[in-house]
């Protein structure tokens, strides 16, 4: 069976467009923090911790922390994990979510640092 017949995502995907509020750059990496509006989970609050792969000048891997609230007040929030390959200005982040919900997300993020946005899609893991 090939990889592709092992991971299946839902046929329904949610998309939408993060704002990036901060960057915080260390010798350890860089911290982002960034905020939208997503059907699903409501107001969302993001943020991000990257670390650059030692060998590969573009690309690394992040861990990170999301949770958000809808009008209803209902809350979920998610450990998140995954890989970046930039690209100047522009790159792609791809990342697993352990979602509070127990429907872990798999998330394709195309980031623009000179507009400062993140335009996210995701779809549940299926079993």
Known sequence: MSLADQFKLEEQTQSFELKITSMT????GV???????????????VSYNFSNNPTQENMGSFTGFGWGITEDGVRN?????GVFVSNGLTG????LDDMSDGNPNFCIEHWDLAKETISMQFSRVQP
Do not use: C, H, L, M
Not at 25 to 28: K, L, P
């Open 77 to 81: 929030q998610a450990e998140r994990r």
């Open 25 to 28: 750059s260390t010798s350890d």
């Open 31 to 45: 911290q982002v923090n960034a905020t939208g509006t997503v059907q699903r989970y409501g107001k969302v609050f």
């Open 92 to 95: 792609t982040v791809y990342s």
